[in-house]
């Protein structure tokens, strides 16, 4: 970790900084992962409420104790980085608690803990079909920023900075829509898997316009507070000066992006993993990076050309995915899947 911040040229002090965080931060991601995949399992027990109060909390409580410690004293990032640790440990085992005292397992522990998994082939084997595409997909997207990261670099140190924090603000928006579409996501596999096409079909559809609904507010929200929600991210003119000249292409990227997101999860739904990857595969690193690279590398742009080079990627995979989203054959998809889940429960 030192050794890459060095190579994106920050002095020593810096990478020393980074490489004391990095340490905290893996171990930090270990009560991340099991807590997120506790939440998934929350989500389709019909426990999604109380997952999504938890979560709640703990963004609440993890602003309010950072918020607190660095105005009383001068923490390091790697202080920072053990609060959030100590936070993810200590809601993970609330939740185990609160679980275990409703009872809310007691149907799964059986088929959790009492029974050998692969002895059910047809469920391993669509187990497996169904998670290489998606971990595919996510390295994908996860890679796309980090080589927009470097790209970034090349422009110099505030663009890099300032395309770090567009990422975080980028992120945060997405999560909004990425709940909307996994809820979705979940719907539509629920009635396909119920033999209910037409269900199926007009969720699909209703997502599809809440989630472009839901950007409108977005870009509502950003085109008439942007100004004050710079000054308030940074108070560094010239970082303010490159966020502000970013917004509006952060604005047409919610729209572009409602669209992708809902389209991939239903996608997804339906059970055609490898088209969706390969759809998100042709918009993200075929155009997104190629771009991107041109416009940092070749033609030495400023951080719009990353940002124009990501909407019109999300913009050529959310069209495509569209597209084979609409001429859907519901009754098939619905057909396969209610098929395949009474072969698994053999």
Request: negative net charge; contains cysteine; aromatic residues 14%.
């Amino acid at each position: 970790m030192d050794d890459f911040i060095l190579w994106l040229g920050f002095d020593e002090e810096t990478a020393e900084i980074g490489y004391d965080y990095a340490i905290v931060f893996l171990a930090s991601e270990v009560f991340g992962i099991m807590h997120e995949g506790l939440h998934y399992f929350l989500d389709v027990c019909d426990h999604e409420n109380f997952a999504a109060i938890v979560s709640i909390l703990q963004e609440i409580v993890g602003f309010v104790t950072v918020l607190s410690v660095a105005l009383t004293s001068s923490p390091s990032l790697q202080m920072i980085g053990i609060i959030h640790f100590a936070l993810d440990a200590v809601f993970f085992i609330i939740c185990l608690i609160i679980i275990n005292c409703n009872g809310w397992f007691e149907d799964y522990w059986s088929g959790i803990t009492g029974s050998f998994a692969f002895e059910n082939f047809q469920a391993v084997k669509h187990l497996f079909r169904t998670s290489v595409p998606l971990s595919i997909a996510h390295v994908l997207s996860g890679g796309e920023w980090e080589f927009l990261f470097v790209f970034a670099s090349l422009l110099g140190p505030a663009e890099m900075v300032a395309w770090g924090i567009f990422g975080a603000l980028w992120e945060s928006i997405e999560t909004v829509t990425t709940a909307i579409a996994d809820a979705g996501e979940v719907r539509c596999a629920y009635l396909l898997g119920y033999d209910k096409p037409m269900r199926a079909k007009h969720s699909a559809q209703k997502t599809m316009f809440l989630a472009f609904m839901e950007g409108v507010v977005i870009v509502a929200f950003l085109a008439s507070s942007g100004k004050y929600l710079t000054q308030w991210i940074t108070n560094d003119l010239t970082l303010q000066a490159m966020l502000s000249d970013l917004l509006p292409l952060i604005c047409v990227g919610v729209l572009s992006d409602t669209v992708n997101s809902v389209s991939f999860s239903v996608l997804c739904a339906q059970g055609r993993l490898g088209l969706a990857t390969t759809v998100y595969l042709i918009g993200s690193w075929l155009l997104t990076l190629p771009l991107a690279f041109v416009s940092s590398h070749v033609l030495n742009l400023n951080l719009e050309g990353l940002a124009a080079a990501v909407v019109v990627g999300n913009a050529l995979s959310g069209m495509i995915s569209t597209f084979f989203l609409l001429d859907s054959d519901w009754y098939r998809f619905s057909q396969a899947t209610y098929e395949r889940n009474k072969t698994e429960l053999v």
